[in-house]
């Protein structure tokens, strides 16, 4: 049923990624599909990396601890670079269901509070304009 799936991740927040990253790797694995972990870096990621190609190395070492923790199924992983990451996710993410060919996207979600009856989550936006599946894990 799913060939390609997508599993949104930032590296800054890798608590919330846990249950999100477990059904992207159970689904993959169900359905022999490709699992690629995708972020959108830019501006200041002090948190994570000083630069583009570090963030980039440290979500490929990601990949790698989730691969060898789950019987070394193979996990993909892509950056996009952006000057604003926070406003631009969205735009980014369908590039990455464009170039990836995805068909899903599994993505980690937190409690929705009174900020999202102002401004939409990530997830919220995805949902409403993917062309594709996007099933929203809250932790």
Do not use: C
Not at 19 to 42: F, M, W
Not at 54 to 59: A, G
Request: net charge negative; hydrophobic share 45%; charged share 20%.
């Amino acid at each position: 049923m799913f060939r390609n799936i997508l599993v949104p991740v930032d590296l800054a927040d890798r608590k919330i990624l846990k249950k999100a990253i477990e059904v992207g790797v159970d689904q993959a694995r169900h359905y022999g599909a490709n699992l690629t972990l995708v972020s959108v870096v830019g501006g200041l990621q002090a948190k994570v990396s000083n630069s583009s190609e570090n963030y980039k190395k440290r979500l490929a070492e990601f990949a790698q601890e989730i691969s060898a923790a789950h019987d070394n199924i193979d996990i993909k992983s892509q950056i996009y670079e952006a000057a604003d990451p926070s406003v631009e996710v969205g735009r980014y993410m369908l590039k990455a269901i464009e170039e990836t060919s995805a068909d899903l996207i599994i993505m980690a979600t937190h409690q929705p509070g009174w900020f999202e009856y102002i401004v939409n989550s990530h997830g919220g936006h995805l949902a409403s304009h993917a062309p594709i599946s996007v099933f929203v894990v809250r932790d």
